[in-house]
Nanobody, 122 residues
């Protein structure tokens, strides 16, 4: 049975940093995309960043230059380093694993985590 568990969310002041981690178990995802999505209250769930099995990376325009996605295939884990955080980054962040291609769409993924809250105060 596949499990996807996020960690690392929390409360941070604007300009600060957080690192999210997502560990998948039950299957190997080294050949598949892993991604981070976020959803703020009243808004749609959007892709923040994704990374393919071969290392191709996608970033949403709103986070380019501030966020960095990486993965450790040996640990079946994907990370999201978030720097220069802004209040508009406040959202529940979800990890998703198991997509083909770049995995920019939530529906592309086979497995998802429960989400972790990130709150950025001004």
């Amino acid at each position: 049975q596949v499990q996807v568990v996020e960690s690392g969310g929390g409360l941070v002041q604007a300009g600060g940093s957080l690192r999210l981690s997502c560990a998948a178990s039950g299957r190997t995802f080294s050949r598949y995309a892993m991604g981070w999505f976020r959803q703020a209250p009243g808004k749609e769930r959007d892709c923040v960043a994704s990374i393919t099995g071969s290392g191709g990376i996608y970033y949403a325009d709103s986070v380019k230059g501030r966020f960095t996605i990486s993965r450790d295939n040996a640990k079946n884990t994907v990370y999201l380093q978030m720097n220069s955080l802004k209040p508009e980054d406040t959202a529940v962040y979800y990890c998703a694993v198991g997509a083909l291609g770049y995995g920019r769409m939530w529906s592309s993924y086979d497995f998802w985590g429960q989400g972790t809250q990130v709150t950025v105060s001004s």
